[in-house]
């Protein structure tokens, strides 16, 4: 089961992406955002990245470390789009701190901090145990507006449940559920976690009060 959480867990966060962007993808792909050349190369680049997330822990659960390794570079390629894409979006669609709501705010932040995290992942590719650790972590970081638009489209209309609290649940959740594989595999919390979830509420703390 330990060898299978990082297949799980990529796959649950691709599963979120799907459905959260269920009507770009498949019930309404008429819609503006689909003929938006900022949009589009934008979802191409963050679904390579889950893509490839979920590839490479299939590859670790199989021992195939040199097909990882070869696909490793594809992954960099795959980030530094996200990061490009992501952030010429924010500079044309946000036009200053001010103008932002608390949750750009909090994705303006989270988008340097995946950058960051898959860099020092790559510079520590030959110590797995932090490699894993935050190439893992820097994709949770970024999740808010998959998040936001899985909880809607879950719901299949009907108010099942409050979104914000699903938010909340679900991100949190991950952030736990890597404290859990840590003990289990570690016995200890490992650094990059418990100061990553540390991280994250601070963000959250400057966003609010910024």
Known sequence: MKKLYFLYASGFILALSLIGFSDNLFTDVGQKSNSDPKFIIH??????????LVVQANFIRKNNYKAHKALGMLGIVAAIGVTL???YIFIVIYKGWDAMPEFVKVSRFFLPTFSIMVLLGYLN?????????????????????????????????????N????????WNSLFLSFFI????????????TYLSF?????????????
């Open 163 to 170: 979104q914000d609290l699903f938010i909340i649940i679900v």
């Open 125 to 161: 590719r030959a110590t797995p145990v932090k490699h894993k650790r935050y190439m893992f972590l820097a994709t949770v970081f970024p999740l808010l507006p998959i998040l936001d638009r899985a909880s809607g489209r879950i719901q299949f209309g009907l108010d099942l449940f």
């Open 198 to 210: 540390i991280w994250f509420y601070m963000v959250w703390t400057i966003s609010i009060l910024s």
């Open 181 to 192: 594989y840590d003990w289990l595999t570690l016995r200890k919390i490992h650094p990059i």
């Open 85 to 87: 894409s992501t952030l």
């Open 43 to 52: 979802g191409l680049f963050w679904f390579a990245w889950f893509i490839i």
